[in-house]
């Protein structure tokens, strides 16, 4: 899978917001704080939850300035309550103003996702299936909202479009069938010379059945298939590919879809259905 925390894509994820959030100056500090001032700032928290963006943050300080003293007090994956104090920082005030929103709304809603793709992964003790964040994420939020899934215990899906072949509905809709969609992705990857993955996804037993008798492929994914077909499908494929399970997948659906017996099970709700938790950086 493309490594998208290596260094150099953070930091460049880190410009792009603050160029977005800065542009040509933070006019309300430049104008009433002093050059010269120096401060410092704690993280609270203030809500409960599972810390994400803690990595993230002393990036992001240092990004907008590298003289800032960060202090981390607690690591990402922790679990945390209303009145801890997550980092400090020490420096000029002007630089710690200018980073203050961009590090919080980074640690806020990664810290929401972290914490609900957690209960999700709590629902599924017990069990061998494993849960999968999806690309139903915010455009150019997707590096902060797929690392925070991992810390909240999902493994991570493809990152994008250019990591996996996942053959879909409207793929084979146009490929013109199920059999041609398989036979030219395969063959795509023999004149590229690419390494790709190859999944498809089949709408009932019937594709299931298609999917089988050509093979060539490594998961399957069952959309929106019933309790009873999902249970029947995987008795069918016998262990032979990889199995994921999606569509609309809820922390009240998920544990009875994991006891039909599949590897994983994708869930779109881990990015775009959570609440930020609230945290604040304050001068003291």
Not at 75 to 101: C, F, M, N, W, Y
Not at 220 to 247: H, K, P, V
């Amino acid at each position: 899978m493309f490594n998208y925390l290596e260094p150099s894509y953070i930091k460049n994820f880190i410009q792009t917001a603050i160029s977005e959030d800065v542009g040509d100056g933070d006019h309300t500090s430049l104008s009433t704080i002093p050059a010269t001032a120096t401060g410092r700032a704690r993280l609270l928290v203030k809500d409960t939850g599972i810390l994400a963006g803690a990595t993230l943050a002393p990036m992001i300080f240092a990004e907008i300035d590298p003289n800032l003293q960060v202090e981390l007090l607690i690591p990402d994956g922790t679990p945390i309550k209303h009145g801890e104090i997550v980092l400090t920082v020490v420096g000029s005030s002007q630089s710690i103003l200018k980073a203050e929103r961009l590090v919080l709304n980074c640690m806020q809603r990664m810290s929401g996702i972290a914490t609900y793709t957690h209960s999700m992964v709590k629902l599924l003790e017990g069990t061998n299936t494993k849960l999968l964040d999806t690309r139903k994420t915010t455009p150019n939020f997707r590096l902060c909202e797929k690392w925070a899934c991992h810390i909240g215990g999902a493994v991570n899906h493809r990152y994008a479009l250019f990591d996996m072949i996942l053959i879909k509905d409207n793929h084979v809709d146009y490929a013109g069938g199920i059999k041609n969609a398989i036979q030219q992705a395969n063959d795509y990857l023999k004149t590229t010379g690419r390494n790709l993955q190859i999944e498809i996804e089949v709408r009932n037993l019937t594709e299931l059945a298609q999917v089988l008798e050509i093979g060539q492929i490594q998961r399957i994914m069952l959309d929106n298939f019933s309790f009873e077909n999902l249970r029947e499908a995987i008795r069918i494929i016998d262990g032979r590919f990889m199995t994921e399970a999606s569509g609309g997948i809820n922390e009240k659906t998920i544990r009875e879809y994991a006891e039909c017996g599949v590897d994983y099970i994708s869930c779109g709700a881990l990015t775009h259905h959570v609440n930020s938790l609230d945290l604040s950086l304050k001068a003291y």
